[in-house]
């Protein structure tokens, strides 16, 4: 019997209000290094965990049909939005620690200070927490806004994320499956 995935009973969400507003920052502040940028919009905007944002290759992120699309570990390529496109395009350009002999062909997005490396993830975590960012009550929020714009099931299939927990998370937003498309026609 397959095991169901562990839902916790008290969830953090960040206010929405309060999740755009970083989302804002993370995009036009060019005070914070590239990295943390696009990986800050990568948890605000596509709800991706740091584990999974650290081990990004940079084969992973490709043009399809003309949209810079990433592989964020569900069954087909996301696009990115055009302001994430682009600084995901000038991250691509400038990875940081690439320019000596040992890390050059480094296949990482997020290049760690050790050759061969991606960017450890505490590294990322400090970096995007000291910038004011409370990483799991963000990531729930952006979870909770793609399965109110979309399908549960095709945010998983995009994302990365079960089934099951696309679905919880519908819920928790007060909308299941079963009211998506009569919902869908009033907005």
């Known amino acids: 019997m397959a095991e169901l995935p562990r839902l916790a009973?008290?969830?953090?969400?960040?206010?929405?209000?309060?999740?755009?507003?970083?989302l804002r920052r993370a995009l036009t502040d060019q005070s914070i290094p590239t990295p943390?940028?696009?990986a800050a919009a990568l948890v605000?905007?596509?709800?991706?965990?740091?584990?999974?944002?650290?081990?990004?290759?940079?084969?992973?992120?490709?043009?399809?049909d003309g949209a810079l699309t990433v592989h964020l570990g569900g069954h087909s390529p996301v696009p990115l939005t055009e302001p994430v496109a682009i600084l995901?395009?000038?991250?691509?350009?400038e990875r940081p620690n690439t320019?000596?002999?040992?890390?050059?062909?480094?296949p990482w997005l997020f290049t760690g200070q050790r050759p061969g490396q991606p960017l450890h993830v505490a590294r990322l975590m400090s970096g995007l927490r000291g910038r004011g960012i409370?990483?799991?009550?963000?990531?729930?929020a952006a979870l909770r806004q793609l399965v109110l714009d979309m399908p549960p099931a095709l945010a998983a299939a995009?994302?990365?994320?079960?089934?099951?927990?696309?679905?919880?998370?519908?819920a928790a937003a007060g909308q299941p499956w079963a009211?998506?498309?009569?919902?869908?026609?009033?907005?």
Request: aromatic share 4%.
């Open 158 to 170: 995009a994302l990365g994320y079960s089934p099951e927990t696309a679905e919880h998370h519908a």
């Open 9 to 22: 009973h008290g969830t953090r969400v960040t206010p929405n209000r309060k999740r755009l507003q970083q």
């Open 36 to 38: 943390y940028r696009v």
């Open 134 to 140: 409370d990483l799991l009550g963000a990531r729930n």
């Open 88 to 93: 995901t395009q000038q991250l691509l350009r």
């Open 179 to 187: 009211h998506y498309a009569a919902l869908r026609g009033t907005r």
């Open 44 to 64: 605000l905007l596509y709800a991706q965990p740091l584990t999974g944002i650290c081990r990004l290759r940079v084969q992973e992120i490709a043009v399809v």
């Open 99 to 106: 320019d000596t002999a040992a890390n050059q062909q480094s």
